[in-house]
């Protein structure tokens, strides 16, 4: 069992940059593949960016290419998100996911077996 906590929300303007981190508090994500979605009140869950266990393969969002950046720290269990120049549109809660690794690196919200809380980010 696995269970993920993000931090690092808040309110930003737009243009700036926050940082979500998710820890596993429990249990090691190394040999989990991971990831960063979003989901506002008015859409569907989204992936933002995914990695592979190594940090070797990503993916990412067309919407958010060049400028957010995923990476991990398997000894620290820690998944991250550098978001820049952010924009009104990436408004909504931001959630960690992760899955036992096999297989490509998928980006379907379906795929992700544990979830953390979510955290809100808010770009105005």
């Known amino acids: 069992q696995v269970q993920l906590v993000e931090s690092g929300g808040g309110s930003v303007q737009a243009g700036g940059s926050l940082k979500l981190s998710c820890t596993a508090s429990?249990?090691?994500?190394?040999?989990?593949?991971m990831g960063w979605f979003r989901q506002s009140p008015q859409n569907e869950r989204e992936a933002v960016a995914t990695?592979?266990?190594?940090?070797?393969?990503?993916y990412y969002a067309d919407s958010v290419k060049g400028r957010f950046t995923i990476s991990r720290g398997n000894a620290q269990n820690t998944l991250y998100l550098q978001m820049n120049d952010l924009k009104p549109e990436d408004t909504s809660m931001y959630y960690c996911?992760?899955?036992?690794?096999?297989?490509?690196?998928?980006?379907?919200?379906?795929?992700?077996?544990?979830w953390g809380q979510g955290t809100q980010v808010t770009v105005s």
């Open positions: 996911a992760a899955y036992w690794a096999y297989g490509r690196l998928s980006n379907k919200p379906s795929d992700y077996e544990y």
């Open positions: 429990t249990g090691s994500v190394v040999a989990y593949y």
């Open positions: 990695i592979s266990t190594t940090g070797s393969t990503t």
